[in-house]
């Protein structure tokens, strides 16, 4: 009995004071050396998520083609893609060479309706401060490393595309793979817990980018038809440009008015507030009606929550942080409501 409560006390005892400070401290090093880690590598996850998402659209498709025809997935997956991808030549090759006409249009008319605007600006006051303000040295200079900060790649543009067009690929092919894999290496104990939690993500992220497809087709119908009601000269690839901006929540819209106002001064003043208008309007009706309706399950994010972590991630990581935020706090929200909301 005394034997067995000395080996206690001496076990109590076992470290000293000195050696409890350096195990702390191993502890906030091994913490800080994962952070550093996480940071020089964070971009390398997001492109692995951008890739998993065009593995979640063909698998989606796929599934759904599945269900409707009960035909083999192997069968079903090959028509997905095979499909998706003639699609898109299709549609390039019937509108493409309007599009590059209109391209090019804008390339050539672009300064020009650049200065345009700054003589309509000029003609009074508060627009002489505007244009002030913007030619200054000190705004170009901020809005030239803004544009290199959302340009930031990890490989190149085009080294990026290929790496997430083949994670895509590869995640298409064989998701068990990868899914199984990584549930490995989760302890023996949490293995189910880890693989409800891929489940619920894959479920959340499915939703949210069907619904994210049809507010792009949405947004590109009702622009489109906007320009065109107004005449706005190369409306189709303005409504393009307005239709693939929307997948980038908050900022895209914003980006996408900038030469749809443009072109609109070439017509006038008046032309450009109704096109601004149009553009406004649009994206009130997507934010307010269509998303909400097209993701009424899905986990519901607070739109505040999204610019916050497009504001935090953008700087580290460019474009693809802007992207690819809000499937970022897809997968935190359902993490933390998984692992710990529901313990509680």
Known sequence: MEQNETLQAKSEHKYTFPQKVWITGGIFGLIAVLLLFLKATFNVLLLILAGSLIALFFRGLSDLIERKTKWKQGICLSISTLGSVLLIVLLFWLIGAKVQSQIAELSDTLPSTVQNAKEQLNQNPLGQKIVQKISSPKAQKKAQGVIQTFF????????DVYVVIFIGIFFTVAPQLYKNGFVKLIPKKGQPKAENVLNKIGDNLKKWLK????????????????????????????????????????????????????????????????????????????????TPMVQKRLINIPPALIIIAQLLISPLTGGWGLVLATPLMVIIMVVVQELYLKRQ
């Not at 619904?211 to 000269?233: D, E, Q, S, Y």
């Open 211 to 290: 619904g994210k497809i049809f507010a792009m087709f949405v947004v590109f119908i009702l622009t489109a038809i906007g320009l065109v009601i107004l005449g706005v000269p190369m409306w189709l690839v303005l409504a393009l440009i307005a239709g693939i901006l929307n997948f980038i929540p908050n900022f895209g819209p914003l980006i996408a008015m900038i030469p749809a106002v443009l072109v609109g001064l070439m017509q006038g003043p008046s032309t450009a507030a109704l096109v601004a208008g149009l553009y406004i309007a649009v994206q009130v009706a997507e934010s307010n009606f269509i």
């Open 152 to 159: 930031k790649t990890t490989f190149g543009v085009f080294g």
